[in-house]
């Protein structure tokens, strides 16, 4: 049979589009806890949890070319425990397969959320800038420390080539992240007094990107954005939302209620993202694959209600 590419996290939205893209090219072996809902026939599917025995089995009774890693779990309802354990245990355990198993690429999908927003921040930030957002959000630090695992991984093992790839706020019809669902609100809130530039990409791109990641040449950590840049009023504009201003001073604490009382699905701490910059600068990803993303700023926009 011919050498294979594992995909965690295959079972996602995110998943299923990448899926779509490498399975008529490549054999894909995809891994995750939950079923895949319109698996390709000529996809292999193991509904398993990493961190336990049998996900060995995969990489002990296959030849694996290639590893893409977004099994990360995101839901800012589950325990800091569950996540840290599905998170960081998951990962290390697939970093050893790796290793063991004589894996040659491996890819992992983190965000350029690892780097934070902050009123301290630079227009655009590089790759070597600190990973800081677990300074005001507890729930990243999981991503933060699997992006570090697999920069460590990344110098310890320089005979594997690893690509790191951080991409800015990824939207698509079928996303159901913490930017994706504020910007399908109807009348979102606002802070009072700010208007910060954000960075958004559209899902398919993300997944292209996931694609020439398997290329020989890159290795390292890359910032990847979508078609540019634009003030949060012009994407709510574009969307026909109209916004509610709050004053900064009591929105994290009303916030905070709803969100306990299940009344609202944004986490307070995401407030940072429509008060702060927080964007980064992806030449390095441009000049290095010749990168372009495919669908522009305005279809990125819109594609969060399905146009």
Not at 239 to 260: C, E, Q, T, W
């Amino acid at each position: 049979m011919r050498p294979a590419i594992v995909v965690t996290g295959i079972s996602g939205n995110l998943g299923r589009t990448l899926a779509k893209l490498l399975h008529k090219s490549e054999r894909i072996i995809g891994i995750d806890r939950r079923p895949f809902v319109g698996r390709p026939k000529d996809v292999e599917m193991y509904q398993l949890d990493l961190r336990k025995k049998k996900a060995e089995d995969v990489f002990r009774k296959n030849e694996i070319r290639a590893v893409i890693h977004m099994g990360i779990m995101h839901d800012p309802r589950m325990s800091e425990e569950e996540h840290h354990s599905f998170n960081v245990v998951g990962t290390t355990r697939l970093l050893e397969y790796c290793a063991k198993y004589g894996v040659k690429k491996v890819v992992f999908l983190s965000s350029a959320n690892v780097y934070g927003p902050s009123p301290d921040n630079s227009n655009f930030l590089t790759e070597d800038a600190p990973l800081m957002a677990s300074s005001r959000f507890s729930g990243v630090r999981d991503l933060i420390e699997v992006d570090m695992l697999a920069h460590g991984f990344f110098w310890r093992h320089p005979d594997i080539n690893t690509v790191i790839l951080r991409p800015v706020h990824i939207v698509g019809p079928t996303i159901r992240n913490a930017p994706s669902n504020y910007l399908r609100l109807r009348h979102p809130w606002t802070l009072a007094g700010f208007d910060p530039m954000v960075q958004l990409i559209h899902m398919e791109d993300v997944a292209r990107a996931m694609v020439e990641a398997l290329r020989p040449e890159p290795k390292g950590v890359y910032n990847v954005v979508g078609p540019g840049e634009v003030p949060l009023s012009s994407v709510l504009r574009e969307l026909g939302h109209v916004s509610i201003p709050v004053p900064h001073p009591i929105a994290r604490p009303v916030l905070s209620m709803l969100f306990k009382y299940r009344l609202a699905n944004f986490p307070p701490p995401e407030l940072d993202h429509i008060q702060f910059l927080c964007n980064v600068d992806g030449s390095r990803w441009r000049k290095e694959l010749g990168w372009k993303p495919h669908h522009s700023m305005r279809d990125t926009i819109r594609s969060v209600i399905g146009e």
